[in-house]
């Protein structure tokens, strides 16, 4: 196998396994949506903690579970638990106020943002074609949000929720890309279910501080929605991580 030929490879596999990632998570979000109006804090609990269930099994088939915690980097890690903990409030804070079309729509604004980022931050040299494929999305993200952002100028703009989504959303979308520049770092040093399941165990102790603003009971419908979108969340960190290698 040529370098070339492994490199395609590699590459095809990345975009493989990203695609069947956002899959995934389209599958959380909708979970997420269905559960209604749930404060973000406590969302980003289940999607936590639920999730540290599908990576156990994922240490366990591989062998790996005695060693899931070990790492060099703890403060990297943690940091990058900071970051995403950030994201995911925003973004579900968006998905709640948001049609689920719109919210899913906007959140790809991440991935360009990362193409952006990387040429800022990493010196990565990004190509002309690249480069008009983020201009284009970049874009069409501007259009379905612009409508929402006008209404700033308008005294009811702060007042209506889905401005305060979209706002959330770009955000989130913003901050979502520098925690992918930080996963992008810590792959070449770390295991794949070690960087998954730093992340959802800091998450998890993070989101208890929201515990006093406004946690509230669940239905079991809501209950076992949000269980399933941590298990969808869980399955679709290990195969975005996976993809960054």
Known sequence: MTVDHAVGHSTLRGITLKIVSVTVFVGMQTCIKAAGDVPAGQIVFFRSFFAIFPIIAFLAFKGELATAFTTR???NHIARG???VGAMGLGFFALTRLPLPEAITLNYAQPLLVVVFSSIFLGETIRVYRWSAVVVGLAGVLVISWPELTL?????????????????ALIAAAISAVAMLLVRNLVQTEKTATIVLWFSSTASVLSLFTLPFGWQALTPLQAALLVFAGFCGGLGQILMTAAYR
Do not use: H, I
């Open 82 to 84: 900071l970051v995403g």
């Open 73 to 75: 980097r703890p403060f």
């Open 152 to 168: 700033l100028n308008s005294d009811q703009g702060l007042d209506d929720q889905e401005v305060l989504g979209v706002m959330a």
